[in-house]
Nanobody, 127 residues
C-alpha cells in the first residue's frame, strides 16, 4: 500500500506563492495517476491538478490554470504543487492523492479513481 506524507502550506497574503510537497513510500508509482485536491469548509473535495507519473502529462481545474503547476520528481518519489498568485478563494485543506491498483487510466480528474491520500495541509490566503 502507498503512503503519502505532505508538507508545505501555511498562511500567505493574496498574490503570494506556496509550494506543497507530497512524499510517497510503499509501492512505487509506476502506472499511477497522481493529483491534488482541495476542500474548503462546508464544501466537497474538488479536483485541482493531476499528472501521469510516468509521462508527466498534466491536467488542471479551470480555476487554477495559469497559476498552479503540478510536477513530480520520480527519483525522489515526490509530488509537488506550485501555487502562484494565490487568492482567498484558494483557501482550503489540500490533499495529494494517488490512483489505486484497479484504475486503468494514468491521468484522471475523478476523485473516485484515487485510493491513496495524504493527510492534508492547510493553505490560508488572506486578503
Amino acid at each position: 500500500q502507498v503512503q503519502l506524507v505532505q508538507s508545505g502550506g501555511g498562511l500567505v497574503q493574496a498574490g503570494g506563492s506556496l509550494r506543497l510537497s507530497c512524499a510517497a513510500s510503499g509501492r512505487t508509482f509506476v502506472g499511477y495517476a497522481m493529483g491534488w485536491f482541495r476542500q474548503a469548509p462546508g464544501k466537497e473535495r474538488e479536483f485541482v491538478a493531476a499528472i501521469s507519473w510516468i509521462a508527466g502529462n498534466t491536467d488542471y481545474a479551470d480555476s487554477v490554470k495559469g497559476r498552479f503547476t503540478i510536477s513530480r520528481d520520480n527519483a525522489k518519489n515526490t509530488l509537488y504543487l506550485q501555487m502562484n498568485n494565490l487568492t482567498p478563494e484558494d483557501t482550503a485543506v489540500y490533499y495529494c492523492a494517488a490512483s489505486g491498483p484497479m484504475t486503468t487510466v494514468v491521468l484522471t480528474t475523478a476523485k473516485y479513481e484515487y485510493d491513496y491520500w495524504g493527510q492534508g495541509t492547510q493553505v490560508t490566503v488572506s486578503s
